[in-house]
Nanobody, 120 residues
């Protein structure tokens, strides 16, 4: 069972920056990708940014050029540097990890979520 611990959320003014971090532990197999998703009330959870074990990244169009995801495979950690934050970025941000076992079956794990609020 993989546990994900998130940190770094909070309140920031428009135009400001925040850095989210996530640490994965307890994996018995291989974590092949990790990422950040976000959700606001009444809306589906959406991908913000993801990074594979091979360092391939993927970003939502709305955050390209403002957010940067990075990872450390050895430590199973990822960070999300968020710059030029806008009110529309306000959401609960969830860390995600994709684990693959020795039969190549994938399983998703989720963190508890951390609130990011962008407001003046």
């Amino acid at each position: 069972q993989v546990q994900l611990v998130e940190s770094g959320g909070g309140l920031v003014q428009p135009g400001g920056s925040l850095r989210l971090s996530c640490v994965a532990s307890g994996s018995r197999f291989s974590i092949i990708a990790m990422g950040w998703y976000r959700q606001t009330p009444g809306k589906q959870r959406e991908l913000v940014a993801a990074i594979t074990h091979g360092a391939t990244t993927n970003y939502a169009d709305s955050v390209k050029g403002r957010f940067t995801i990075s990872g450390d495979n050895a430590k199973n950690t990822i960070d999300l540097q968020m710059n030029s934050l806008q009110a529309e970025d306000t959401a609960v941000y969830y860390c995600n990890a994709v684990e693959v076992d020795n039969r190549w079956s994938q399983r998703d794990y989720w963190g508890q979520g951390t609130q990011v609020t962008v407001s003046s």
